[in-house]
């Protein structure tokens, strides 16, 4: 499945953005849909999953909160609503799906077949 991530950009301390990961994929709501992400000097770190067709989300303890992701049926996408953005939000984004994720697994990038090519989000102080 190829994904397309879209919807970073720069925001001051308090805003807010919505990341969308799209695809033409037909079964995408079968897939497993984790948002990660990478700031500068650090490993790819976990931001939150969306569980197949159950819709139950698994959020890291750094966005719980104020990050939420979804499904939108109609545009074939998961969505990342990015809430109370703080400066060390600012970050390469990306959005990874997987087809053998559970509930364990969701927090590992090892977990994730496909990647999409990353939205750089930035959060001025």
């Known amino acids: 499945v190829q994904l397309q991530a879209s919807g970073g950009g720069l925001v001051q301390t308090g805003g807010s953005l919505r990341l969308s990961c799209a695809t033409f994929?037909?079964?995408?709501?079968?897939?497993?849909v984790g948002w990660f992400r990478r700031s500068p000097g650090k490993e790819r770190e976990f931001v939150g999953a969306i569980i197949r067709r159950s819709g139950n989300t698994r959020y890291a303890d750094s966005v719980k909160g104020r990050f939420t992701i979804s499904r939108d049926y109609a545009n074939n996408a998961v969505d990342l609503q990015m809430n109370n953005l703080k400066p060390e939000d600012t970050a390469v984004y990306y959005c990874g799906a997987s087809r053998g994720a559970d509930w364990s697994s969701v927090g590992l990038t090892n977990a994730y077949d496909q990647w999409g090519q990353g939205t750089l989000v930035t959060v001025s102080s």
């Open positions: 994929e037909r079964t995408f709501s079968s897939y497993v």
